[in-house]
């Protein structure tokens, strides 16, 4: 299940349900980049929506993982990982 999208500039991002994030190019359908969130095989889950601010996409994880959970942001134009 997933709660919801977030468009910026010319890209949709979406997470997915092996928890990465993705950015696909919203004309064309390309995907632009993929990158894991955490590891679904701890206890990891991805299906809150994902939100963009000041060029960074947002994500944060769901599930029982030791340690808790997650909230991470990726450069919305590279996909390179800004900080968790």
């Given at each position: 299940?997933?709660?919801?999208?977030?468009?910026?500039?010319?890209?949709?991002?979406?997470?997915?349900?092996?928890?990465?994030?993705?950015a696909?190019?919203?004309?064309t359908?390309?995907?632009?980049?993929?990158?894991?969130?955490a590891?679904?095989?701890?206890?990891?889950?991805?299906?809150g929506?994902?939100?963009?601010?000041k060029g960074?996409?947002?994500?944060s994880?769901t599930?029982?993982?030791s340690?808790?959970?997650?909230?991470?942001?990726?450069?919305?134009?590279?996909?390179?990982?800004?900080?968790?």
């Amino acid at each position: 299940m997933k709660r919801s999208i977030a468009l910026y500039a010319d890209k949709v991002y979406t997470g997915t349900s092996d928890v990465h994030l993705v950015a696909i190019d919203a004309r064309t359908g390309r995907v632009v980049w993929d990158k894991e969130v955490a590891d679904r095989t701890k206890g990891f889950s991805l299906t809150g929506g994902v939100t963009v601010a000041k060029g960074k996409v947002i994500a944060s994880t769901t599930g029982r993982s030791s340690g808790g959970n997650l909230i991470v942001a990726f450069d919305a134009n590279t996909g390179a990982e800004a900080w968790r």
